[in-house]
């Protein structure tokens, strides 16, 4: 059985820190392309940032230059910095390889003072 299971959501001031983390059973997470989708309410889910098996990267034009995305041999990470109001939403985790397309749950990130 797949899961994968985010945590490290919270409420944040704006400005502030949070590093979201991704742990993946029941896959073999390297060969996998990796992501971090969000979700504000009303709106539709975004890709936020992604990293391939060879570790290249991708981000959303908003993100960049605040976010990393980053993996290793049994999770991923989101460290997002100088957070936004606007970064206010569910952020997802998600795996890609061949015609397999996994899901985690979610995990709330809100930035409010």
């Known amino acids: 059985q797949v899961q994968l299971v985010e945590s490290g959501g919270g409420l944040v001031q704006p400005g502030g820190s949070l590093r979201l983390s991704c742990a993946a059973s029941?896959?073999?997470?390297?060969?996998?392309?990796m992501g971090w989708y969000r979700q504000a309410p009303g709106k539709q889910r975004e890709l936020v940032a992604d990293i391939t098996r060879s570790g290249a990267t991708n981000y959303q034009n908003s993100v960049k230059g605040r976010f990393t995305i980053s993996r290793d041999n049994a999770k991923v990470y989101l460290q997002m910095n100088s957070l936004k109001p606007e970064d206010t939403a569910v952020y997802y985790c998600?795996?890609?390889?061949?015609?397999?397309?996994?899901w985690g749950q979610g995990t709330q990130v809100t930035v409010s003072s």
């Open positions: 998600n795996g890609k390889y061949s015609i397999n397309d996994y």
């Open positions: 029941g896959i073999i997470l390297s060969v996998y392309t």
